[in-house]
């Protein structure tokens, strides 16, 4: 489990000696302690986030703040994580550079760590965030300045939309191209470049949505929901992923009303958000599955009515005995496998919905009966998460208003440092709930 380990493989050093400030955004010192060592970096131009030209990070200097950050990068496979040194991220068009607070430990890092997800590298992982907006890129909408001050808190979803392709027109921004075209595909966003640079050598280094495990990170301004002074930062990370799955899944997908019963399969983060928001939607009967009893302990605390051990039942005859031989009305994967996909299907009754939430390693598969899916009209659906400017705002509602309990939800904190020991433990089951990276 090596690969888990996070090793500080830079000291971080600081440049106190007296600098010229030439305008808003730039710094240009030609004192040899300036970014880099070098005495060339003088003020770069910004660009407009479509445009094609490319930008300097090297020469720029936050505004009153440092001109550098760290961030936790994905080398490749089986290899440790490390922390290392980027040149201060510069927000484009749209964009917003924020301070990051906390950021979630996920299950979808993990499967890039371990290599069952495909992605680029080396990159940034963390996608779950909370933090502070200390600047908007130049050119950026008056209507986003005005929503996202500088100072404002925020919290962001990890499906970042662009706003403008064809599904984010229509309000299905869970389907944003671009989104899937460019940072899942790429690493990047939305003109096709990072923005991440190491701060030794000047390489590319790509971001699994905004890179969140780092110091400063930047999002789509889309992407991002105002948060509350009264909501603490460190369990409000969970909102822009775990919730934002569960919520959207439950909303969107299941389509879940009042009465209907529901079976989680899979009580990790995800699967334990989707107890709370379907306690929220008024679910009659929540049945819990999980295959480690302190989860399910934790689950009765969280809404479930009913709990199933799968290492001591069979799911799918205890689901329908406790739905008087029926099944439930809707049932959802939050783990991907290929067990609990079998599962997930054959636990709803005639007419029932199978949602899958859980990302499996790349070319999973799992089996259906055909024939049950036609002449008992189960509907197996896919959601892989919410809508952030539909959703986000309302999920933060339901946590400010105690409907959805954060502090239930997150079952560890832990410092920057610590979060390759988080993901090693979250590998091998032994976190409840969800764990979050304090950073700031």
């Known amino acids: 489990m090596a690969f888990f380990s996070i090793s500080r493989s830079l000291i ?3 440049c106190n000696n007296t600098r010229n400030l030439f ?28 445009s094609s030209e490319k930008i300097d990070p090297s020469g720029y200097h936050l505004n009153g703040g440092p001109s550098f950050m760290r961030g936790t990068v994905f080398w490749e496979p089986n290899k440790p994580l490390t922390i290392e040194e980027f040149q201060m991220p510069r927000p484009k068009a749209g964009e917003v550079l924020i301070k990051t607070k906390a950021c979630g430990v996920c299950h979808s890092d993990l499967h890039v760590i371990k290599g069952e997800l495909p992605f680029a590298s080396p990159c940034v992982v963390g996608h779950e ?13 008056s209507g986003i300045i005005k929503r996202l001050p500088v100072g404002a808190h925020v919290v962001g979803a990890f499906i970042m939309p662009c706003g403008s392709c064809s599904y984010c027109v229509k309000g299905q921004e869970d389907l944003c191209e671009a989104f899937f075209a460019y940072n899942r595909a790429k690493g990047t966003l939305y003109d ?26 930047i999002v789509p301004a889309h992407a991002l929901s105002v948060l509350p002074n009264s909501l603490p930062y460190a369990e409000s990370a969970i909102l822009g992923c775990a919730v934002f799955t569960a919520y959207g899944a439950m909303k969107h997908a299941a389509e879940l009303r009042a009465g209907d019963s529901i079976a989680v399969i899979g009580i990790g983060g995800v699967g334990s958000s989707c107890l709370q928001i379907a306690r929220a939607f008024g679910a009659s009967e929540i049945i819990a599955v999980d295959v480690q009893d302190e989860k399910l302990e934790n689950a009765k605390k969280l809404g479930a009515t009913h709990t199933v051990n799968a290492v001591k039942e069979d799911v799918i005859d205890r689901i329908k005995e406790i739905t008087g031989g029926m099944g439930v009305d809707i049932a959802v994967e939050a783990l991907g496998k290929p067990q ?18 859980g990302l499996a390693p790349a070319n999973s ?30 999920i933060v509602k339901l946590a400010e208003t105690g409907i959805f309990d954060l502090n239930a939800a997150v079952s560890r904190k832990c410092t ?18 969800r764990a979050v990276v304090e950073i700031m």
């Open 12 to 14: 971080r050093s600081s």
């Open 23 to 50: 305008s808003r955004r730039f710094w240009v010192s030609s004192d040899s302690c300036s970014l880099l060592g070098s005495s060339s970096h003088g003020i770069s131009t910004t660009t407009n986030a479509n």
């Open 129 to 141: 965030i909370t933090g502070e907006v200390v600047e908007l890129g130049p050119h950026t909408d």
């Open 192 to 217: 096709g470049e990072t923005r991440l640079f190491l701060r030794s050598n000047g390489k590319p280094v790509y971001m699994y949505s905004m890179g969140g495990l780092a110091e400063y990170c």
């Open 340 to 357: 609990t996909f079998v599962q997930c299907s054959q636990s709803v009754r005639d007419g029932g919905k199978a949602v899958m939430i």
């Open 365 to 394: 598969v799992g089996e259906v009966d055909i024939n049950r899916l036609v002449r008992r009209q189960v509907k197996i659906i896919g959601s892989y998460g919410g809508r952030a400017r539909q959703d986000l705002p309302k």
């Open 416 to 433: 920057f440092e610590e979060a390759g020991n988080a993901y090693q433990d979250l590998n091998k089951g032994s976190i409840v709930g």
